[in-house]
């Protein structure tokens, strides 16, 4: 018997399945988790796989998604800890970040007052062309691995998962089910009763390179690029280089120019890549569920029963994702008696 379903098993609606857990105490068994592709799988339409994989400054500065960029760093280390720590592919590292231009106060003094290890780069230390830079320790996840791991542990407390294409947001709706998490992505574009035309996909293009002398986060972002390396924690060296922020994209391919391109930003940025010979061990795209207005937090009602839309967090769901489930859950907390019955 399910009682809540949550619909998408990518980053944001495992970290809402813990926020049931943890937060609402609902019942595991009562939770089961729909998705078209689960943990383990790979398509261009499940994003959670793809992504570089770190806390960082890719997110805005609206006042809701920096809290849930604090939320998350802050109490993402309970998940690593019933995880069975750093090995299960979530991990904290050194990170320096540059920006073309000064992020703003907004950004800059909220992340401050959080970050480990949090330090504004001297300016004469600045790489040439940007204006700004933090050094802080951050928190890198080998997202494969994670994910995995993640579902695992969900499993064995008794929450089920159920591969199954929808195509109707009301075929969630399971016999005894009294409360629904779209947590879709970018699967919300199409999903006919939800079809959110603000919903458009970021293309990213990726390196996988081996290079395990390299152990710490390096970020370059401009007005309409990012340039990023990001170490992949237990992955025997794994280094992720990358990429680009292509708005409505829908694009799976690869591209050689852009593996050039991302060879010669990240190498410019970081040139120790190159102490060792550059062994690329894959090449990949991805498709960040980006949203115009931003993330959709926000409660519905479909025949009479409870809908939670919680999407659009672009690429930074693996940072700001506990945030966003902790208030959709907050949200079904305070949606009528929903909880009385769980």
């Known amino acids: 018997m ?9 980053i944001v609606g495992l970290y809402t399945v813990w926020s049931l857990i943890t937060e609402a105490k609902v019942k595991p068994s009562k939770i089961v988790v729909i998705g078209e592709h689960l943990p383990g799988d790979l398509s261009i339409n499940y994003t959670s796989p793809w992504a570089g994989g770190n806390f960082s400054c890719i997110s805005p500065n609206d006042a809701d998604t920096l809290s849930f960029d604090k939320f998350t760093y802050t109490n993402v280390a309970k998940i690593q800890k019933v995880l069975g720590g750093p ?9 320096t970040e540059f920006w073309d231009e000064y992020p703003g106060d907004a950004k800059i003094n909220s992340l401050k007052g959080y970050l480990k290890d949090f330090k504004v780069v001297p300016s004469s230390e600045l790489p040439a062309g940007t204006a700004f830079g933090i050094t802080f320790t951050t928190w890198n996840f080998n997202c494969p691995l994670f994910l995995a791991n993640f579902r695992t542990y969900l499993e064995k407390t008794g929450v089920s998962f159920r591969r199954q294409k929808l195509t109707h947001i009301s075929q969630a709706y399971l016999p005894h089910t009294v409360a ?41 972002w401009g007005a309409d690029y990012a340039t990023y390396i990001i170490p992949r924690p237990n992955s025997g060296g794994k280094l992720i280089l990358g990429g680009f922020l292509q708005k409505d994209n829908w694009t799976g391919d690869t591209f050689e120019e852009e593996t050039k391109d991302i060879i010669k930003r990240t190498t410019e940025l970081m040139p120790k890549i190159l102490d060792q010979p550059l062994e690329i061990l894959a090449v990949a795209a991805g498709l960040r569920p980006s949203r115009h207005g931003g993330v959709r937090i926000e409660a519905e009602k479909v025949e009479e029963k409870l809908l939670i839309h919680n999407y659009g967090a672009s690429g930074y769901g693996y940072q700001a994702g506990l945030g966003m489930g902790h208030k959709a859950v907050q949200l079904f907390q305070t949606t009528g008696k929903v909880s009385a019955k769980l």
């Not at 399910?2 to 998408?8: A, T």
């Not at 919300?188 to 152990?215: E, N």
Request: aromatic share 6%; charged share 15%; proline share 5%.
């Open 2 to 10: 399910s009682n809540v379903v949550v619909l998408g098993s990518g």
């Open 180 to 220: 629904v998490f779209n947590c879709t992505g970018i699967g919300a574009f199409s999903l006919s009763g939800v079809k959110d035309s603000k919903v458009y996909p970021t293309r990213g293009q990726v390196l996988v390179v081996k290079a395990p002398h390299i152990q710490e986060n390096r970020m370059r």
């Open 87 to 95: 090995s299960c592919g979530l991990d904290m590292k050194p990170s």
